[in-house]
T-cell receptor, first 114, second 116 residues
Framework: NAGVMQNPRHLVRRRGQEARLRCSPM?????VYWYRQLPEEGLKFMVY????????ESGMPKERFSAEFPKEGPSILRIQQVVRGDSAAYFC????????????FGNGTRLTVT | DQQVKQNSPSLSVQEGRISILNCDYT??????FLWYKKYPAEGPTFLIS?????DKNEDGRFTVFLNKSAKHLSLHIVPSQPGDSAVYFC???????????????FGKGTKLSVKP
């Protein structure tokens, strides 16, 4: 998992606060994906971004969640007005291109909403 | 509605023997499949993949078999080692799903324990 950096590793927020999760892809990778893992579940796709563009957000909840991947800096997954159901592990993955290469995952951010 | 199913939540195997992890899928549009391994508090690590035009792919101790007619794939680990103890996720995707090959559908995982 070396290369895809996520921070923070653990994040505690009270209900109603905002959570910001950051992801720096592997060097040379321009495709970033966010996945969420609820307890006892597999990973669920949320969003796919390239620099400055959201390509596929079919897995994102319609409200409170947003993602960006600016020209400079890390990709950010932002959750506004967090609720207890948002507690999960959020994984970022990157790849050098969209097709033909597997995803490389970071170690995740574990979000706990109290 | 689970499109990728791993029906065994756990598997215990003796060191040196073969581990067989199974995965079933329902969507006939899937055209490539991957196995990831995950240790606690870490992200998934890519192990091996197979495209739908093949029925077998081998990489060292790891072999993935694909049976398209049965919509079934399996991961064989031979010989199993204690360091293989982890959760194994099966994932599937297709290039037209959501416009992104990275939009993978994951199973819930199988926890493999390899006993010394």
């Amino acid at each position: 998992n070396a290369g895809v950096m996520q921070n923070p590793r653990h994040l505690v927020r009270r209900r109603g606060q905002e959570a910001r999760l950051r992801c720096s892809p592997m060097k040379g990778h321009s495709h970033v994906y966010w996945y969420r893992q609820l307890p006892e579940e597999g990973l669920k796709f949320m969003v796919y971004l390239q620099k400055e563009n959201i390509i596929d957000e079919s897995g994102m909840p319609k409200e409170r969640f947003s993602a960006e991947f600016p020209k400079e800096g890390p990709s950010i997954l932002r959750i506004q007005q967090v609720v207890r159901g948002d507690s999960a592990a959020y994984f970022c993955a990157s790849s050098p291109r969209d097709r033909g290469s597997p995803l490389h995952f970071g170690n995740g951010t574990r979000l706990t909403v109290t | 509605d689970q499109q990728v199913k791993q029906n065994s939540p756990s598997l215990s195997v003796q060191e040196g023997r073969i581990s067989i992890l199974n995965c079933d899928y329902t969507n006939s549009m899937f055209d490539y499949f991957l196995w990831y391994k995950k240790y606690p508090a870490e992200g998934p690590t890519f192990l091996i993949s197979i495209s739908s035009i093949k029925d077998k792919n081998e990489d060292g101790r790891f072999t993935v078999f694909l049976n398209k007619s049965a919509k079934h794939l399996s991961l064989h680990i031979v010989p199993s080692q204690p360091g293989d103890s982890a959760v194994y996720f099966c994932a599937a995707g297709h290039k037209n799903y959501g416009g992104s090959q990275g939009n993978l559908i994951f199973g819930k995982g199988t926890k493999l324990s390899v006993k010394p």
